[in-house]
């Protein structure tokens, strides 16, 4: 899976083409077309026609500098559908017409022994990101899928199952394979019984995958507006986590907790649902440190981790048992021109459970 990084000569002499995109150039500014350059092909490259782009919470945090970092002009998206346009003359996984996907991930160091364990997500020197990482071709940085097309390293590319619906299976780029990847990791399956905390984007996607891997599911939330969705999702069941009894039924119960709430909230609640050995993964991200207390862990031997996306393999894993098991997000579909209005939408919580764009309404 070696490749030769390009020279600052070799990269001097790749062409590059202008591309529509939306995106900003300060953080207080709201999100409005503009042109950015891609790539000509190179021997290693597909070139895909976006179709449908997801809308991650983690595009708002990167546009609005939430996260101190961001590189202006900034173009956001790693939830990328589409169908592929041109191919490179070493490629031979992809051919022109193949509906193809990009995520989280466009590079890695591919020398590093997390990447030759299929686990670039967590790449020693750094993996690059679909957007506001550098661009080692064009010695700018990377820009994402609210965008006409996209050039990526055949590596990087994944396959779409032809049964999913195309636009609903652009969230599972990212929501998707953010909570496939700890539920996997944690060995969820029949016999085992799974809390998912918070259903919003990457909870409901939690609900669905858990049931489908044979486990008894659970959800746990503070909307009681939710809980004939969860139920509707595939939930055994719901527990409204504001009440105490409630809770207090699945103490010392569960296997595993999926915690997908970005919100300030008390950990030790759910980290007391646990039985002995029993662990819970934090995919949500507070802005602020959660306290842990030491006797929410230390009597039943319990274990708090964290867990990112999953690396180019298990992400088309991800997908393979998607299209095996039709999972694929619930969305409402935008164009490109709502997109201020849906980041509004997505601050309140008011999506139901993922914003996708028809990358169509680029063009127009």
């Not at 546009?63 to 990328?80: A, D, K, L, Q, S």
């Not at 041109?86 to 990009?102: Q, R, T």
């Not at 088309?316 to 619930?330: A, P, T, W, Y």
């Amino acid at each position: 899976m070696e490749t030769e990084s390009p020279t600052a000569e070799k990269t001097s002499a790749i062409k590059a083409k202008e591309a529509k995109a939306f995106g900003t150039e300060a953080a207080e500014a709201p999100l409005h077309q503009l042109s950015i350059k891609r790539r000509n092909p190179t021997p290693h490259d597909v070139e895909i026609e976006i179709l449908y782009c997801g809308v991650c919470h983690s595009d708002l945090h990167t546009v609005r500098n939430e996260w101190h970092g961001t590189i202006y002009p900034c173009v956001p998206g790693h939830e990328i559908v589409g169908r592929v346009v041109s191919v490179g003359s070493h490629v031979s996984k992809f051919k022109a017409g193949d509906l193809a996907a990009v995520g989280c991930l466009v590079d890695s160091c591919r020398e590093c022994q997390y990447c030759k364990d299929d686990l670039e997500q967590y790449c020693e020197k750094g993996n690059i990101q679909t957007y506001n990482s550098p661009d080692k071709y064009l010695s700018t940085q990377t820009y994402g899928g609210y965008s006409e097309s996209i050039v990526v390293d055949e590596a990087f590319v994944l396959r779409v199952p032809e049964n999913l619906d195309l636009a609903a299976t652009a969230p599972l780029l990212c929501a998707g394979i953010t909570t496939y990847s700890p539920l996997k990791h944690w060995k969820v399956g029949p016999g085992k019984k799974v809390g998912v905390v918070g259903l919003g984007g990457l909870g409901h996607m939690g609900v669905k995958l858990a049931k489908a891997m044979g486990a008894e599911v659970i959800v746990f939330t503070t909307s009681p507006s939710k809980v004939e969705d969860a139920k509707r999702l595939g939930a055994d069941d719901v527990a409204l986590s504001k009440d105490e009894q409630q809770m207090q039924r699945y103490a010392g119960k569960l296997h595993f907790v999926l915690d997908a709430v970005s919100a300030q909230h008390d950990i030790n609640a759910y980290l007391n649902l646990l039985r002995v050995d029993g662990s819970l993964a934090l995919v949500g991200a507070p802005e602020h440190p959660l306290p842990v207390a030491a006797f929410s862990l230390i009597p039943s031997r319990r274990s708090f981790a964290g867990s990112m996306i999953g690396g180019i393999a298990e992400t088309q894993e991800m997908l393979d048992f998607c299209g095996k098991h039709n999972i694929v997000s619930d969305i409402e579909m935008i164009n490109i021109g709502q997109i201020n209005e849906a980041y509004d939408r997505l601050l309140k919580g008011g999506v139901k459970y993922r914003f996708v764009i028809d990358m169509a309404s680029l063009k127009k």
